[in-house]
C-alpha cells in the first residue's frame, strides 16, 4: 500500500478550500434571505402601518448611523487582525482580508463559520501556517469569552426577557436552546483556554476520545486541534499584556458595534422615547438572537435571521414593519459582504497563485 503523500494531500486540501470560496454560493444565501423576507412582507404586509413610515432626515440618520457603525465594527475587525498578526499586514491589507474573511463565512453555514477557511488564506499571506493557527484560534477564544461573559451578565439583568419580549420561564423552547449553547459554548471555551495553559494534556485528552468508537470518525480533525493548541499556546505565552489588551479591546468594539446596528434600524423605522434601558434590551435581543441561530444549517443563517427578526422584536416593531427591519438589517450587514467578497475574491486568488508559480520558477 502506498503511504499518501503529504504534498499532494496539502494540495488537495486547499483546492477543496478554494472550491468552497466559490462564487456560485453566493446565489444560495440571497435566495433563501430574500424569499424568507418577501413571503413575510407578503403575509404580513400592512399599507397603513407602511404609510405612516415618515422618510425624513431622522430616517436618514439613523440608517446612515446603523451604516457607519458597521464600518467601524468592520474596521476593529481589522485592527484586530493587525494586532494578532504582529503587524506584518498592513491595516488596508488587513481590512481586505476581513472581507474574504467574512464572505467565507457568509456563504458557509453558522454551525461551520469562516475559520477553516480563515486559517487557509493567511498561511497563503506570507505567514507561517503556526501563526495563521495562531490567529484564528485566539479569536475563537476571545470571541467565546464574550458572549460567555456578556450574555450571562444581560441574562442577569433582563431575565427570560432577554430572548422574547413574551417568555416568563427559560424552559420553553428558545430558552433551552440558549441554555444548550451557552453550555457548549463554556464547554468549548474553557477546553481552549484551559488548552493554552496545558497544551500536552488537552491534545492528550483529544486523541483518548478519538478512539471512541463513536467519535472515530472525527479523529483526524481532533488531532488537528490537539496539535493547533500546542502552536497557539507557544505563541502567544511571549506575546506582552498590551498585545492581549488591544486584542480584547477590539474584539469588543467589533462585537458591540455588529448588534448595535439593529438598534439604530428600529430607530429609523420606529418612533420612540430615547430610553436607555430600553435601548440596552434591544442590544441584548440583538446579541442573543445571533448566538441561537449559530447552528443553523443555512450559509451565513440565511431565512433563519430574518425569520427570527420580528419576533424577537415585536415588542418594539410591528410584524409589517420588522419584515422591512429585517430585510434593512440584512442589506446593511450581510449582503454587502457578498457582493464585496465575490469582487475582492478572484483578485485575490489570481495574486496567490501568480506569488505560487513565481516561487516555483
Same mark, same amino acid.
Given at each position: 500500500?502506498?503511504?499518501?503523500?503529504?504534498?499532494?494531500?496539502?494540495?488537495?486540501?486547499?483546492?477543496?478550500?478554494?472550491?468552497?470560496?466559490?462564487?456560485?454560493?453566493?446565489?444560495?444565501?440571497?435566495?433563501?434571505?430574500?424569499?424568507? @423576507?418577501?413571503?413575510?412582507?407578503?403575509?404580513?404586509?400592512?399599507?397603513?402601518?407602511?404609510?405612516?413610515?415618515?422618510?425624513?432626515?431622522?430616517?436618514?440618520?439613523?440608517?446612515?448611523?446603523?451604516?457607519?457603525?458597521? @464600518?467601524?465594527?468592520?474596521?476593529?475587525?481589522?485592527?484586530?487582525?493587525?494586532?494578532?498578526?504582529?503587524?506584518?499586514?498592513?491595516?488596508?491589507?488587513?481590512?481586505?482580508?476581513?472581507?474574504?474573511?467574512?464572505?467565507?463565512?457568509?456563504? /458557509?453555514?453558522?454551525?461551520?463559520?469562516?475559520?477553516?477557511? $480563515?486559517?487557509?488564506?493567511?498561511?497563503?499571506?506570507?505567514? /507561517?501556517?503556526?501563526?495563521?493557527?495562531?490567529?484564528?484560534?485566539?479569536?475563537?477564544?476571545?470571541?467565546?469569552?464574550?458572549?460567555?461573559? /456578556?450574555?450571562?451578565?444581560?441574562?442577569?439583568?433582563?431575565?427570560?426577557?432577554?430572548?422574547?419580549?413574551?417568555?416568563?420561564?427559560?424552559?420553553?423552547?428558545?430558552?433551552?436552546?440558549?441554555?444548550?449553547?451557552?453550555?457548549?459554548?463554556?464547554?468549548?471555551?474553557?477546553?481552549?483556554?484551559?488548552?493554552?495553559?496545558?497544551?500536552?494534556?488537552?491534545?492528550?485528552?483529544?486523541?483518548?476520545?478519538?478512539?471512541?468508537?463513536?467519535?472515530?470518525?472525527?479523529?483526524? $480533525?481532533?488531532?488537528?486541534?490537539?496539535?493547533?493548541?500546542?502552536?497557539?499556546?507557544?505563541?502567544?505565552?511571549?506575546?506582552?499584556?498590551?498585545?492581549?489588551?488591544?486584542?480584547?479591546?477590539?474584539?469588543?468594539?467589533?462585537?458591540?458595534?455588529?448588534?448595535?446596528?439593529?438598534?439604530?434600524?428600529?430607530?429609523?423605522?420606529?418612533?420612540?422615547?430615547?430610553?436607555?434601558?430600553?435601548?440596552?434590551?434591544?442590544?441584548?435581543?440583538?446579541?442573543?438572537?445571533?448566538?441561537?441561530?449559530?447552528? /443553523?444549517?443555512?450559509? $451565513?443563517?440565511?431565512?433563519?435571521?430574518?425569520?427570527?427578526?420580528?419576533?424577537?422584536?415585536?415588542?418594539?416593531?410591528?410584524?409589517?414593519?420588522?419584515?422591512?427591519?429585517?430585510?434593512?438589517?440584512?442589506?446593511?450587514?450581510?449582503?454587502?459582504?457578498?457582493?464585496? $467578497?465575490?469582487?475582492?475574491?478572484?483578485?485575490?486568488?489570481?495574486?496567490?497563485?501568480?506569488?505560487?508559480?513565481?516561487?516555483?520558477?
Amino acid at each position: 500500500m502506498n503511504p499518501e503523500n503529504p504534498i499532494s494531500t496539502k494540495q488537495a486540501k486547499e483546492e477543496e478550500v478554494l472550491k468552497s470560496l466559490s462564487l456560485s454560493k453566493i446565489v444560495w444565501p440571497l435566495v433563501i434571505g430574500l424569499a424568507v @423576507v418577501l413571503y413575510m412582507v407578503l403575509s404580513q404586509f400592512n399599507l397603513e402601518e407602511f404609510q405612516q413610515i415618515k422618510w425624513n432626515s431622522r430616517l436618514w440618520t439613523y440608517l446612515g448611523i446603523a451604516v457607519f457603525i458597521y @464600518v467601524l465594527r468592520h474596521l476593529f475587525y481589522a485592527y484586530r487582525l493587525k494586532v494578532l498578526s504582529d503587524e506584518q499586514f498592513t491595516f488596508k491589507h488587513c481590512i481586505e482580508l476581513i472581507f474574504i474573511w467574512e464572505f467565507a463565512s457568509a456563504i /458557509s453555514p453558522t454551525s461551520i463559520g469562516g475559520s477553516a477557511v $480563515g486559517v487557509f488564506f493567511l498561511s497563503q499571506e506570507k505567514i /507561517s501556517a503556526a501563526k495563521a493557527v495562531s490567529i484564528v484560534l485566539y479569536t475563537v477564544i476571545v470571541d467565546t469569552l464574550f458572549f460567555l461573559i /456578556s450574555l450571562l451578565g444581560l441574562f442577569l439583568v433582563f431575565g427570560p426577557r432577554l430572548i422574547r419580549p413574551d417568555m416568563t420561564s427559560m424552559l420553553e423552547g428558545y430558552g433551552i436552546t440558549f441554555m444548550i449553547v451557552w453550555v457548549f459554548m463554556l464547554a468549548y471555551g474553557m477546553l481552549l483556554t484551559w488548552g493554552l495553559f496545558r497544551p500536552r494534556i488537552i491534545r492528550r485528552i483529544l486523541m483518548t476520545l478519538a478512539r471512541l468508537p463513536f467519535i472515530r470518525r472525527f479523529k483526524r $480533525g481532533l488531532y488537528q486541534i490537539g496539535q493547533d493548541v500546542i502552536v497557539t499556546s507557544k505563541e502567544l505565552r511571549t506575546k506582552p499584556m498590551s498585545f492581549h489588551i488591544k486584542a480584547i479591546t477590539a474584539t469588543l468594539g467589533a462585537w458591540i458595534t455588529r448588534f448595535l446596528a439593529v438598534n439604530f434600524i428600529i430607530l429609523a423605522l420606529v418612533e420612540m422615547d430615547w430610553d436607555a434601558m430600553q435601548q440596552f434590551l434591544l442590544y441584548a435581543r440583538a446579541e442573543t438572537m445571533y448566538v441561537l441561530t449559530q447552528f /443553523s444549517p443555512t450559509p $451565513g443563517g440565511s431565512g433563519v435571521m430574518e425569520y427570527m427578526f420580528s419576533g424577537f422584536f415585536k415588542d418594539f416593531i410591528s410584524p409589517s414593519l420588522g419584515s422591512l427591519g429585517a430585510l434593512l438589517w440584512r442589506l446593511i450587514t450581510y449582503y454587502p459582504y457578498l457582493i464585496i $467578497g465575490a469582487i475582492i475574491i478572484p483578485n485575490w486568488i489570481r495574486r496567490i497563485l501568480k506569488a505560487r508559480s513565481t516561487t516555483s520558477q
